[in-house]
């Protein structure tokens, strides 16, 4: 079993930045793959962005290309998306995922997290 924590969400206008990290604890010795989705108020949950266990492949939903970034950090067990050009609909609740190598399904979620992006 994984356990994810995520933090650094928050309130900011449009235009700005921000940095949402997330830990993971648990059975970690054994490699996956982490990325995130979001669900905005109403709306079906939907990806956002993932990593590969080694960093070499990055995948990124096409309203978020060019402005977001996933990266992670192997040795603290830790995934991160810096935001970029934040916009009033990227305001959502943003969940930290994993999943193993040998699964194609996100199986491990985190509690998420709130970001709200102001006009």
């Known amino acids: 079993q994984v356990q994810l924590v995520e933090s650094g969400g928050g309130l900011v206008e449009a235009g700005a930045s921000l940095r949402l990290s997330c830990a993971a604890s648990g059975r970690t010795s054994t490699t996956y793959y982490m990325g995130w989705f979001r669900q905005a108020p109403g709306k079906a949950r939907e990806f956002v962005a993932d990593?590969?266990?080694?960093?070499?492949?990055?995948r990124y939903a096409d309203s978020v290309k060019g402005r977001f970034m996933i990266s992670r950090e192997t040795s603290k067990n830790a995934v991160y998306l810096q935001m970029n050009s934040l916009k009033p609909e990227d305001t959502a609740v943003y969940y930290c995922?994993?999943?193993?190598?040998?699964?194609?399904?996100?199986?491990?979620w985190g509690q998420g997290t709130q970001v709200t992006v102001s006009t």
């Open positions: 990593i590969s266990e080694s960093s070499v492949y990055t």
């Open positions: 995922v994993a999943r193993r190598l040998s699964t194609t399904t996100y199986g491990y």
